[in-house]
């Protein structure tokens, strides 16, 4: 009996959320081409678009956004959790806790509510990750201000400002990494749906899966690289050395879907240039841009090109983020994309996600006591 390893090519639910052709490099949420939804909206007015199906009117955008900010402000016995965590913990291990403490309350999942949960869950999850942020600098929690949408609350109330071309970076790396089908974290949040668990567990469960090197983690090990490089005259020896003779992966390349430029690291490529650079960060793109002419020069003909971690890390340091934020600033986002996928599921075509395996065991044995065993 043939098994698809890693599910390959294996089709799990009908979406009318996220559109892929991963021969053309084409992304689109609900009909818009990712290009748009970045250059003309902000998160909101895609928060709302995922959960509603239509982009909104001036006034449903200003009720949705109200919405969230009603829950900018952290239970009490989250922010302690928090801040009781050790400030080494990796932020995706503090994300899968402050929001499995979210689901301590009491919930049953509801069809007729479930999408009145995401403004709620949105704006906690601003409260969270930017408390995150702040714990690991050693600085006192605090809930986000109100005032500011939702790049802007997340940004002041990690660094205390937030200028315009920050806060609109910050905004299209929020509208980029929104959804992508259903990746392995997506997958994870479908499986506990398809349990009737709660919302917030199956946040917690997409965080698990999304935590790996061959996931989120790649934006980091791909922003390490650069690191290890160094310096642009090195990235031919680096390349030689660690990829063609040392048989290792180059990160932030290759994808399961998209077997030629993954259109979202064109949007960061760009996004990089236009924030501004210290020299540091001008030789870390520079590397990053020597580093892609080779590797799509050796691997490009396999359809293995960038992909979306390639540049973001380099658009988040740019930002202000250290590494260890990289994959929880892909978490902070995908949430949406995670909402809108068990909503979805559980709403139109509800079955327990039940597999099978193939059994390749021993067959029946005869028992053997203890004092007969070698
Ligand atoms: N560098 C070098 N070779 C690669 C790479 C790479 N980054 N990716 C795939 N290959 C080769 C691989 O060695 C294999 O070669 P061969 O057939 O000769 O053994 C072939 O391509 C197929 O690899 P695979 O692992 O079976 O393919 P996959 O569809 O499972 O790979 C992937 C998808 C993302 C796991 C893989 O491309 C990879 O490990 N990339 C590096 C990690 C990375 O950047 N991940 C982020 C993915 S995008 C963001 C997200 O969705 O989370």
């Given at each position: 009996m043939a098994v698809s390893l890693g599910l390959e090519d294996v089709f799990i639910k009908y979406t009318g959320l996220t559109f892929i052709d991963g021969n053309a490099g084409v992304l689109r949420y609900r009909g818009y081409?990712?290009?748009?939804?970045?250059?003309?909206?902000?998160?909101?007015?895609?928060?709302?678009?995922?959960?509603?199906?239509?982009?909104?009117?001036?006034?449903?955008?200003?009720?949705?956004?109200?919405?969230?900010?009603?829950?900018?402000?952290?239970?009490?016995?989250?922010?302690?959790?928090?801040?009781?965590?050790?400030?080494?913990?990796?932020?995706?291990t503090m994300m899968e806790t402050a929001f499995a403490s979210l689901s301590s309350g009491d919930y049953q999942w509801n069809k007729e509510n479930d999408r009145k949960q995401v403004p709620k869950i949105l704006g906690e999850n601003l409260g969270i990750i930017s408390n995150i942020y702040r714990h690991k600098m050693g600085m006192g929690l605090q809930n986000p201000d109100p005032k500011y949408d939702y790049a802007e609350a997340f940004l002041r109330n990690c660094f205390g400002n937030a200028d315009e071309k920050k806060i609109s970076a910050m905004n299209a790396a929020l509208v980029i990494y929104v959804d992508h089908e259903v990746p392995a974290s997506t997958t994870a949040a479908l499986v506990a749906s398809s349990t009737l668990s709660d919302m917030y567990s199956c946040i917690t469960a997409a965080t698990a899966a999304l935590k790996g090197p061959l996931h989120g983690g790649a934006a980091e090990a791909a922003y390490k690289q650069l690191l290890d490089i160094g310096n642009v005259d090195n990235v031919e020896n680096w390349f030689k050395t660690n990829i063609l003779d040392g048989k290792r992966r180059l990160m932030g390349f290759g994808h399961r879907v998209y077997r030629t430029y993954d259109p979202r690291m064109k949007i960061f490529k760009k996004l990089a240039t236009t924030l501004?650079?210290?020299?540091?960060?001008?030789?870390?793109?520079?590397?990053?841009?020597?580093?892609?002419?080779?590797?799509?020069?050796?691997?490009?003909?396999?359809?293995?090109?960038?992909?979306?971690?390639?540049?973001?890390?380099?658009?988040?340091?740019?930002?202000?983020?250290?590494?260890?934020?990289?994959?929880?600033?892909?978490?902070?986002?995908?949430?949406?994309?995670?909402?809108s996928h068990i909503t979805e599921y559980v709403e139109e075509e509800e079955r327990l996600i039940r597999p099978r395996a193939v059994y390749t065991g021993p067959d029946k044995r005869d028992f053997v006591k203890m004092q007969d065993r070698k």
């Open positions: 081409d990712i290009n748009d939804l970045v250059q003309n909206t902000g998160f909101e007015e895609v928060c709302y678009l995922m959960t509603n199906g239509e982009l909104p009117n001036s006034q449903q955008l200003a009720e949705f956004k109200k919405s969230v900010k009603e829950h900018y402000k952290l239970p009490d016995h989250v922010m302690e959790l928090i801040s009781d965590l050790p400030r080494e913990a990796d932020t995706l501004e650079q210290t020299d540091e960060q001008k030789k870390l793109f520079e590397i990053a841009v020597k580093l892609e002419e080779l590797g799509v020069k050796e691997f490009g003909g396999k359809g293995i090109y960038p992909n979306t971690d390639y540049y973001s890390g380099i658009v988040f340091n740019e930002i202000g983020f250290p590494i260890y934020m990289f994959t929880t600033l892909f978490g902070f986002s995908r949430v949406l994309g995670w909402l």
